[in-house]
């Protein structure tokens, strides 16, 4: 009975109304004169594209999505704000809803080279419609994009093409967190081609290279848009400071399902990773790396590790919740955590895997920290079988299960 009934309370809770929040610090930081692109690719970051676009379309003037599947999915839930699509699309199955949006002008195609321009402009013909495009100019990433030494007859190319509709032109950064001087390099190279072809951008073309880093870091990026994914769930990278009002927007939650005692000396878990310095209190969370947790972040020996957060148990005689290293190797369905320091520790007793307290040594950036990834990579990872639930409010929760969804 314990056992199911702390499984069924794993969940990922996703608070709406902070998205709205960062939205609105987003747009403070950048100006009104600056546009907005939200990313929501990958699922909308592991948090569910449909239900986050809802709310992100209300301050957003673009999305971005990778892949044509993903932007039909927002297509079919209602989803109005145009969409970008950043995967390099040959062609489009005239069945498939995205064919629909590039008939209506809501899908924008990224362009990454010449033959790319050719290949989307045999399309518009064919399909007897206007194809709305950005161009990816690759300025030192080497990760998609047209070459530097390109990008001018590029331009000059889709401007000819009376079925191809530039909207917009960017680059990506390679390194906005940790290398200044990279950042001020690829800024200036591709701002010396829109400078030598303004004479191709029609006057509402979006020019667009800040990620989030170079969002917070440098405004001289802000361009006329700022294309971001993480900003918006109210994170940043490690090594970059979080905007003032910035809300997290996740926490994960389990209870603990085992609880005993390991004496002095004893090792817990696969190879006895990690041994009792002392009589211990030893809890058992039923969440591993096959629901997205990180491998490698328990603690052996003396070495850093993730927490958890020990929630704070009503009735609990002036116990005080906190924070809990997790210990040893990290199973496919469980992991250790250290709870002598909270003896009131017993089965149910819920804990937090990601913490929406930003002090807590358990939040989402302490975690990609430890475990050496960027956040987005954490809850990205974290399986669909996890239960979502939406907040829709300060006060109202609505859950989400896998395969099912609605517009807000």
């Not at 989307?120 to 990760?143: E, P, Q, W, Y």
């Not at 303004?198 to 800040?210: D, G, I, N, R, S």
């Not at 909270?342 to 804990?351: D, L």
């Amino acid at each position: 009975m314990h056992t199911e009934r702390t499984l069924q309370q794993c969940q990922l809770h996703v608070d709406l109304h902070a998205i709205e929040q960062n939205c609105t610090v987003i747009r403070n930081h950048i100006g009104q004169k600056c546009g907005f692109c939200a990313v929501v690719k990958a699922d909308g970051y592991g948090l569910g594209a449909t239900r986050v676009a809802s709310r992100l379309s209300q301050h957003a003037d673009l999305l971005a999505v990778y892949s044509p599947d993903e932007a039909g999915e927002l297509l079919t839930k209602g989803i109005t704000t145009p969409i970008l699509v950043l995967a390099p699309v040959y062609s489009i199955d005239r069945f498939h809803p995205v064919y629909r949006g590039l008939s209506s002008g809501m899908v924008y195609l990224t362009v990454h080279s010449r033959e790319h321009v050719e290949a989307l402009a045999m399309c518009a013909n064919r399909f007897g419609f206007n194809i709305s495009v950005h161009l990816k100019i690759d300025t030192g990433l080497h990760r998609g994009g047209c070459e530097l030494m390109n990008a001018s007859s590029i331009l000059k190319e889709i401007h000819s093409h009376t079925k191809l509709e530039l909207k917009g032109v960017m680059t990506h950064f390679a390194s906005a967190v940790h290398d200044e001087c990279k950042t001020k390099q690829q800024h200036e190279l591709f701002n010396s081609v829109i400078e030598a072809n303004k004479k191709y951008l029609p006057a509402q073309c979006m020019v667009h290279e800040a990620n989030t880093a170079a969002m917070v870091n440098w405004t001289a990026t802000h361009m006329n848009m700022v294309r971001v994914g993480l900003a918006w769930t109210g994170t940043v990278p490690n090594g970059v400071e979080l905007l003032k009002g910035f809300k997290p927007v996740v926490h994960w939650r389990s209870s603990l399902a085992h609880v005993r005692t390991v004496k002095k000396g004893e090792g817990v878990g696969y190879s006895g990773r990690w041994i009792a310095k002392r009589d211990s209190l030893i809890g058992i969370v039923p969440v591993g790396y096959a629901a997205g947790y990180p491998m490698g972040v328990g603690q052996e020996g003396e070495s850093d590790c993730a927490y958890v957060k020990i929630l704070k148990q009503q009735g609990g005689g002036g116990q005080q919740g906190g924070d809990a290293k997790v210990i040893g190797a990290i199973c496919m369905d469980q992991i250790a955590i250290d709870v002598t320091e909270f003896p009131f520790a017993r089965v149910g007793t819920t804990i937090e895997l990601i913490s929406s307290d930003v002090s807590s040594r358990a939040s989402l950036s302490s975690l990609a920290k430890i475990a050496d990834v960027v956040p987005h990579a954490i809850i990205s990872r974290i399986s669909p079988k996890v239960k979502r639930v939406y907040k829709q409010s300060l006060l109202v929760e609505t859950p989400q299960y896998q395969q099912q969804s609605s517009i807000i």
